[in-house]
């Protein structure tokens, strides 16, 4: 047995057994010895940041990680930005770099170049396997790193002797840290402070708003203190739907999050942080928390936030039952398809169970409210902000749940950074429905440009922003890497197409061409 | 006037006229002022890789840097691997990535991450720009550093707010280091070595190689010596052609470049390294000169690498003169399409003056040859090793030489790294004809597979290695982008599309589908 056979044995025993990859010379070995482990699935992406996403994706769904296989550095850094998202959304990634053999290291050959330096920028836990008697223990290793609480990006760099040395084994799975209870005192504190006028709110993120129990926990919270709930603005995964509590997201905008935050005193933050403004402008407020307003952390490393929850509940004497999300959806939209008529029609058409992939961006501004009372469904956000994550992401939440329908919500330019991800859709039969929402523009920029304070800006400026020179044609792009397409203009030809596009039992694609402006 | 005008007019007053972008909103102060500067022409890219492959593209043509403006972290980590490649072939580039405001990086934002990290990895100079009243300066450094010589990647990091604060105004260039005569007492001992009788190898790479100046006196060198002369594996950009001297280049695998080495007692390097092998393998070798040849470095810091060997053919003795490559252009080809064939079509009917960008990998194995009497031509090559590069290559290219042809020769699986570079031939009008080289394979990799000593693959290994399912059809996608394409599937019709594609003054495709195998 090899180091890489060691490694991939570790890996499935540890409860990794999807490995999305794109190999090169460095990683054959490890490739060679996927046909000895059958456990393993191995999913091939054209480009790194499909392979990174997809394990982002498949994470957020399976609630374990997903391996990756990269090539050296190259293939790092084009896996780098959706490992950001990753990092972001405390998605656990167990990163598989490989590298050189380490006595051809020294030689400094093309390919050579300080993985450790990229790596360490975006992972929380960073080895190079020295040997090939190691790796087993170091995979292990990841695993757990991986997985936290909270879940982290894990990069093991595996030279390539490493992967074609013999080795002694697999090893055994390492055991995960101890669950810490709440402090009681703390969580009574807490509630005397929500007990009191002033006003509240509970501001919830990470594990608590992926389930019902969570949803359930901060809201009876909320209603106990007759403070407000918000989740966090970029969730990595949302429950959502008709039976569940209703959760507003904090807005993206600094000025629209800066009104909901309005006259709070107290903020409650609970497995997220205090918001920031996601860029700064000038003139303009950074930290988002009204002047004077008190910020409280429930939980604490090794608390399970839920657990938390539950107790602050329990100590406000909070009933167990909560408000819910009432079932409804949308009419059927006509007339000229827009982001509202656009999301209309997805909310009279989102599955039962169905998981969102969103990268809207713009073009779904509307979609949170027309799809509030569907039937329940998670919702994928792009947590760390680098654009190009969602058809990645749709990819490995369906290689993730082969049973329940995924949609991807993306805007034209973000879609063009991993547009590869149509064809591992294809590939592996994936049951994943695409709407591009196709407006021509880096629409978010010419809010921006004028945010920024950039006022009258020239023709150069704008061209900058303006992806309709040529128009890109979605059809013709998911019909070369093999996913079936159609393009809609109206509000019915899209609605119609989307029923289409769902009812395929595998990968589709809806255009939907939208005004250039809101 | 704002950091971000002063920024571009010292760009501008250094050179720097072109600037490839794919900006977000921390960039948008450096968009907004592009219009108060004409001189400086902005080109978007859908895609970073596209971005910084232009950059090194251009750089290699017309001898001087231009700038890339990226976003933050996720944006360098997406032109990561393309400035890797510009790294390795030491290509000047100037590389702006912006970041959040300075008040705004201890906030940890979403798209908060150590960029000096990932931008350190890769260039040779970096600097976070501390205020608008530095910025120009920083600029002008960043430009000469970036010059070198030797060329490399200078990373400027550009605040959000030293962008949209107020400036000084732009800077002066900062002067050129001075040329350093060669050394005449070295010269004449290595002089004394090659009259010897030993066999000796001239290995010549990156400036040597980049004109007809370079090719002569180290060709003058060679034939007075008795030796031979070769090029480096992967020069940056080879002059070549009918009335060029003709030079061959070490071969990529490491068992050929060997056999070209062969008895080689004394091996001269210049403007290059004694050869590695590009990968490691179990029980082969990674350093490549024969057991106790002599390395022989001409030049050194700060030489013109072409005065040392014009000194060295001097004191040699060597006539002005030099053999030179005859004309000759293989008949247009019949029958099958075959790597071969299609090879033979391109030396057909390769356009005087043109650009080469090379990716074409094992499909091109054959079109070095074809070529070689080709009238004069300029060849670029993946001197890094980091696939992706070849369309994004010739789209800077075509930048800086808009009245020459470019061709790229991109294989199939390189291509789907940074296809997106064809929508900026298409939005650009730029001369570029791609031929996608389509084997349905990463079929290096199957040579690879072999080489390291994983016999008898499996079905999952040769998987991973198989990209026909489904197959990609590289004319749509080529269509979904505004460039024109048409699939080719035997020698007639290939050549034919060929010179149909030439005849276009812009950007046009042609798909050539190969066997899967050699």
């Known amino acids: 047995m090899n180091g890489a056979h060691a490694l991939i044995r570790t890996l499935v025993s540890c409860g990794v057994d999807v490995c999305f990859t794109n190999p090169g010379t460095s990683e054959m070995h490890f490739v060679a010895a996927l046909d000895d482990v059958p456990e393993m699935r191995g999913v091939l992406g054209l480009f790194e940041g499909v392979v990174t996403g997809a394990a982002d994706g498949y994470a957020r769904v399976a609630g374990k990680p997903a391996a990756t296989l990269l090539h050296l550095g190259p293939g790092l850094g084009n896996g780098w930005a959706n490992l950001h998202n990753a990092r972001r959304g405390h998605t656990p990634v167990v990163n598989v770099v490989g590298d050189h053999a380490l006595p051809h290291k020294p030689l400094d050959a093309p390919l050579e170049s300080d993985i450790e330096a990229i790596a360490g920028a975006v992972s929380g836990w960073v080895r190079t396997s020295g040997s090939s008697e190691d790796v087993a223990a170091d995979a292990a290793e990841a695993v757990r790193a991986a997985m936290g609480p909270p879940g982290q990006v894990a990069t093991l760099i595996l030279p390539a002797d490493v992967s074609w ?306 128009d890109l044609d979605f059809c013709a792009l998911a019909q070369g890497m093999g996913v079936p397409a159609e393009r809609a203009t109206d509000a019915e030809g899209f609605t119609a197409a989307l029923e289409r596009a769902l009812a395929v039992p595998g990968p589709a694609l809806v255009e939907a061409v939208l005004p250039a402006t809101l």
């Open 165 to 470: 040395s013999e080795a002694r084994g697999p090893a055994e799975p390492t055991a995960a840290p101890e669950v810490v209870a709440p402090d009681a005192g703390a969580v009574e504190a807490l509630a005397e402070v929500l007990r009191g006028d002033e006003k509240a709110m509970v501001l919830v993120g990470g594990r608590v708003v992926g389930d019902e129990a969570g949803l359930v926990a901060a809201t009876r919270v909320a209603e106990a203190a007759g403070a407000t709930v918000m989740c966090e603005t970029f969730p990595a995964r949302m429950a959502r739907g008709a039976g569940l509590p209703a959760m507003e997201r904090l807005a993206y905008l600094a000025e629209f999050a800066q009104m909901q935050m309005d006259g709070v005193a107290h903020l409650v933050v609970v497995d997220t942080r205090a918001p920031v403004s996601f860029f700064a402008y000038p003139d303009k407020a950074s930290v988002l928390t009204p002047d004077g307003c008190e910020v409280h952390e429930l939980g604490g490393p090794g608390v399970d936030p839920v657990a938390a929850l539950e107790a602050l509940a329990d100590a406000l004497g909070a009933p167990a039952e909560v408000t819910r999300a009432e079932a409804s959806r949308p009419a059927a939209p006509t007339g000229d398809l827009t982001a509202q008529t656009m999301a209309e029609a997805l909310g009279h058409l989102l599955p039962e169970d169905a998981i969102v992939a969103d990268e809207g961006n713009t073009g779904g501004l509307f979609v949170a409210g027309a799809t509030a009372g569907c039937p329940r469904h998670d919702w994928l956000t792009l947590t760390g902000g680098s654009i190009g994550l969602g058809m990645p992401l749709a990819t490995g939440a369906a290689v993730a749940a082969p049973d329940r329908k995924v949609v991807c919500l993306e805007a034209d330019g973000s879609a063009m950074y991993t547009l590869q991800a149509l064809w591992t859709q294809a590939r592996e039969g994936l049951d994943v429905t695409t709407i591009i929402l196709n407006n021509g523009s880096y629409a978010i920029l010419n809010l921006e440009l004028a945010r920024v304070g950039a006022e009258d800006p020239g023709p150069t400026a704008l061209s900058m922003l303006d992806i309709s020179r040529p």
